[in-house]
């Protein structure tokens, strides 16, 4: 699977847009990327997941430009329940050995 | 319907001692997989199981152990714990029938091992 590399930490304020920003140089062909959020002492939840240009559900935008080298998971109008760590996967679609990197903190402050 | 449901919560061993730990996946789900979470290591994949039968294994020593029974509930096991099997085990569900994949994941059981 492809290795991906993503901010330790992000601080934002309430009602701002928060961007995260993966790198995945080597993304293969028929690889997605999904994009999980994990509370503390919960297990991860499944956000958004997408393979090229732009994806957008009711809790987030997807932003994979053409190259796939990189992607930006958008969320609007954070509030202080979306402080969590966001983890940025590589893989085939519905793979189901998920590999997880460090992931991203975000912190929303009021 | 119910999400994926993990016994017990909360668990405490000694070294040397084993463990089993249970994981129910949502109803209709036949994938169940399970990951160990620590603050050294982050998310790990352990193992895979789909119709009884494990599909995928991860880097982990054989006395880390699963099964899956015919009604998709899923068991793992450790046997001689170390102090380092201390984290929180998480176990996940899947439709094969949803193209992403997505998984949904339970609770998990905290275990601490002194």
């Known amino acids: 699977l492809a290795k991906t590399t993503q901010p330790i930490s992000m601080d934002s304020y309430e009602g701002q847009e928060v961007n995260i920003t993966c790198s995945h140089n080597?993304?293969?062909?028929?690889?997605?990327i999904t994009w999980y959020q994990q509370f503390p002492s919960q297990g991860p939840r499944f956000i958004i997941q997408?393979?090229?240009t732009k994806v957008t559900n009711e809790v987030a935008s997807l932003f994979i430009p053409a190259d796939r080298k990189s992607s930006t998971l958008s969320l609007p109008r954070v509030s202080l329940s979306d402080t969590a760590v966001y983890y940025c996967?590589?893989?085939?679609?519905?793979?189901?050995?998920?590999?997880f990197g460090g992931g991203t903190r975000v912190l929303v402050k009021p | 319907k119910a999400g994926v449901t993990q016994t017990p919560r909360y668990l405490i061993k000694t070294r040397g001692q084993q463990v089993t730990l249970s994981c129910s996946p949502i109803?209709?789900?036949?994938?169940v997989s399970w990951y160990q979470q620590t603050p050294g290591q982050g998310l790990q994949f352990l193992f895979e199981?789909?119709?009884?039968?494990?599909?995928n294994k991860g880097n982990f020593p054989g006395r880390f152990s699963g099964r899956q029974f015919s009604n998709s509930r899923s068991e793992m096991n450790v046997s001689t714990l170390e102090l380092g099997d201390s984290a929180l085990y998480l176990c996940?569900?899947?439709?094969?029938?949803?193209?992403?994949?997505?998984?949904?994941f339970g609770p998990g059981t905290r275990l601490t091992v002194l």
């Open positions: 996967l590589v893989g085939e679609a519905a793979g189901n050995k998920l590999t």
């Open positions: 997408g393979y090229k």
């Open positions: 080597n993304i293969a062909t028929n690889d997605y």
């Open positions: 109803s209709g789900h036949r994938s």
């Open positions: 996940a569900s899947s439709d094969p029938g949803l193209a992403n994949g997505e998984q949904f």
């Open positions: 199981y789909f119709s009884e039968t494990q599909r």
